[in-house]
């Protein structure tokens, strides 16, 4: 299975021990969200929920730092 950047970020944050505990906490969380995060909480879960327990086993997740910064100060700003 494949993940975005994006994706196996909010993974890292929400991990659990299994990857429905994982999808759970990204379902709980939707309503502190805005609606684009939302959206992208959403998708993950979905992906998690087609994989199979061995192949979420077998995946390394990792935290990546963004690679363009200043995206998120504009995300932020508004600007």
Known sequence: MYFTVEEENLICLYHNADRRRTAANLRAALPDMDKEMAALACQTADKLD?????????????FTKPLRPAFLFHKIFAI
């Open 50 to 62: 087609t994989m199979s327990d061995a192949d979420f086993a077998a995946q390394r997740f990792h």
